[in-house]
């Protein structure tokens, strides 16, 4: 299909979207971010949800969507591979002043604070979660649910992961479970299932990197 990009949208505009049929970037407001289309790993996550969109298609909403934002942000750190962050290219002066280096991290979810209005529905910590027990419970209009708090679950799932196998077999594992098994209601156990399903397809039942598979969901808490 035509990749279309549409840049320079509204003003001071510190976001970047997927419509469901194209990319939309923000140029931010220079103090908090600078243009989003200057992030490899931001492009990469718009580009991400299209991919989605055309294949396993999760609703952006509770589980399912935190599932499509998590996919988002994981091929977002493969694409862009330097590191386990999501946006540290467009973080602006002010942002990094307060201490915000980057959007999200997989490797370390729990480093940033969720927005306020988020944190009455979670452990009282007020920080992104990186496992099960520290899921927001959040209602549809807030975040459609969570999907960009709750991904961070799955995201440190995948990154975990990676620290065994690397990114490159975590890739094509995540990949088949997005094109081959994943539907629009798939929540945190389906996915578990079919990641796990995908890396004995790839690599053989009882190989390392099912393991691997398996021990990224078990860190995070998702067990069954
Ligand atoms: N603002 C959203 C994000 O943080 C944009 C998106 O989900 O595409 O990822
Ligand atoms: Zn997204």
Do not use: C
């Amino acid at each position: 299909m035509a990749i279309n990009s549409y840049v320079h949208y509204g003003t001071n505009y510190n976001n970047a979207f997927w419509d469901g049929q194209q990319m939309t970037y923000g140029d931010g407001d220079g103090s908090y971010m600078i243009s989003l289309s200057a992030g490899l790993d931001v492009a990469a996550h718009e580009m991400t949800h299209g991919v989605t969109t055309n294949t396993a298609n999760l609703q952006y909403r509770f589980e399912p969507g935190a599932l499509n934002e998590a996919f988002s942000d994981i091929f977002g750190a493969l694409i862009d591979d330097a590191n386990w962050e999501i946006g540290e290219d467009i973080m602006g002066p002010g942002a990094k002043a307060d201490g915000r280096e980057s959007l999200r991290s997989l490797s370390d979810p729990s480093k940033y604070p969720v927005g306020a209005a988020y944190v009455p529905y979670g452990n009282g910590k007020g920080k992104y979660p990186a496992h099960m027990n520290e899921f927001y419970d959040l209602p549809r209009n807030l975040d459609n649910g969570g999907v960009h708090i709750n991904s961070s679950i799955i995201n440190h799932a995948a990154y975990t992961t990676a620290q065994d196998i690397g990114r490159e077999k975590l890739g094509k594992i995540y990949y088949r479970a997005l094109t081959v098994y994943l539907t629009p209601t798939s929540d945190f156990s389906d996915a578990r299932k079919a990641i796990i399903q995908s890396a004995v397809d790839l690599y053989g039942d009882g190989s390392s990197e099912a393991a691997a598979a398996a021990n990224g969901f078990n860190k995070v808490g998702i067990l069954e």
